[in-house]
């Protein structure tokens, strides 16, 4: 009786391994465990054995049927994740609808006049330097021939940093300006130089739609031997020309920074109304444009290079400013307002 148990149970547990899809399976667990299965059939004749070999035998019989139970089910569990898989697989995809629509961003308004101005001034042999950020107080000031007791100190309120920095290189601020990029430059490589530096500037400053408290300036430094403000006029013609796409004028006025000696304010033609007047450029004609100067010889000698041999001017103009000019956008503030519907526009 127990050899014919375990054939039936190698058998049928073959069977059930090798069953195709779940009608096979069905019909092998009929074929053993139905009313007149094989197996059912084995069991009802336990009653004719004798009484000592019942339970022995009674026991055996159990343990099959519950190994056999237990491998329908696990096989019916795989045939129905075969079946599931297929399923996805052959499912029908249509080509034809249109896919999902993804939002991918895309370049800042201020940004992408960065990227401008860095071509045109590119074109015109500058090269594109890069500053930190959180400066010390002598690049942003004492270099910048800004002593720390210099009323011009108060034109540029200042974010100090909780931070140690080398005795003479006084405390750390947020810069108030690309300036300290000149000296920083000027040490590094020397003259002759000609470069453009945008970048991040900050100030503690009440913001309103003509000020924010980040803003972005763009620094420029061209040092040689014989240079005059001509070549400051000539290059900023070129620059505002090809930036505007349309000739533009530009005009010196008196203006004071400690770094310049002359110093000045560049004012260009209003691209609004050509010169013809109107109320943003307050019927004048001009707009005013940038600070710059020759550089003064503390400031030559700061970045280690002699002025009795060396000259050159630096300017610095609102990038942020630039921007809005370019687009007609009247409150700073969008810019950093993260409002889509603003910067979607660009
Ligand atoms: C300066 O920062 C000087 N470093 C510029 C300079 C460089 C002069 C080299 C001479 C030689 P000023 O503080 O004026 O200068 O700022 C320059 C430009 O930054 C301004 O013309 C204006 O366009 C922009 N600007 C100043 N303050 C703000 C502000 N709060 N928000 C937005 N733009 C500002």
Redesign the pocket.
């Known amino acids: 009786m127990r050899q014919l148990f375990e054939k039936l149970k190698t058998a049928s547990l073959e069977e059930i391994r090798g069953a195709k899809n779940a009608d096979a399976l069905r019909q092998i667990e009929v074929k053993y465990l139905g009313r007149n299965g094989e197996f059912t059939v084995l069991i009802k004749g336990l009653k004719d054995l004798p009484a000592d070999e019942k339970p022995s035998a009674g026991k055996l019989a159990n343990e099959i049927k519950i190994a056999l139970t237990e491998a329908i089910r696990g096989r019916r569990e795989i045939l129905e994740q075969e079946t599931l898989a297929q399923e996805s697989n052959t499912e029908f995809f249509d080509t034809t609808v249109p896919g999902a629509h993804y939002e991918i961003g895309h370049i800042h308004p201020i940004s992408q006049m960065q990227y401008e101005v860095e071509r045109i001034f590119g074109e015109m042999g500058f090269s594109i330097m890069d500053g930190p950020e959180m400066e010390s107080e002598y690049y942003n000031f004492e270099g ?1 021939n800004i002593p720390a007791t210099h009323p011009a100190r108060d ?2 309120d200042t974010f100090f940093v909780k931070n140690k920095f080398h005795d003479f290189h006084g405390k750390m601020v947020m810069r ?4 300290p990029v ?1 000296i920083r430059t000027m040490e590094r490589y020397g003259a002759p130089l000609r470069i453009i530096v945008p970048g991040r ?1 900050f ?1 503690y ?1 009440a ?1 309103d739609a ?4 980040t ?1 972005n ?1 763009v ?3 061209l040092i040689d031997k014989n240079i005059s403000l001509a070549h400051l006029k000539g290059i900023m013609i070129e620059f505002l020309t090809r930036l505007f796409g349309k000739p533009i004028k530009v005009r010196f006025r008196p ?1 004071y ?1 400690p ?2 000696e002359p ?1 000045l304010e560049l004012d260009l033609s209003c691209v609004l109304c050509n010169m013809k007047g109107c109320r943003v450029c307050k019927h004048t004609g001009w707009m ?6 020759m ?1 003064h010889p503390n400031v030559l000698k700061a970045g280690k290079i002699d002025p009795k041999i060396y000259q050159g ?6 990038l ?3 921007t809005m000019l370019k687009y007609g956008i009247d409150d ?1 503030r969008l810019f950093s307002s993260g409002n889509l519907k603003f910067l979607n526009q660009f």
Request: proline share 0%; no cysteine; charged share 15%.
């Open positions: 910048l034109m540029q108030t300006h690309t300036s000149q500037v100030r400053e913001t003509g000020h924010d408290s803003f300036q620094e420029g430094l203006g920074f770094f310049v110093g005013e444009f940038m600070g710059a100067g550089v001017w630096a300017f610095g103009f609102g942020t400013r630039l700073i």
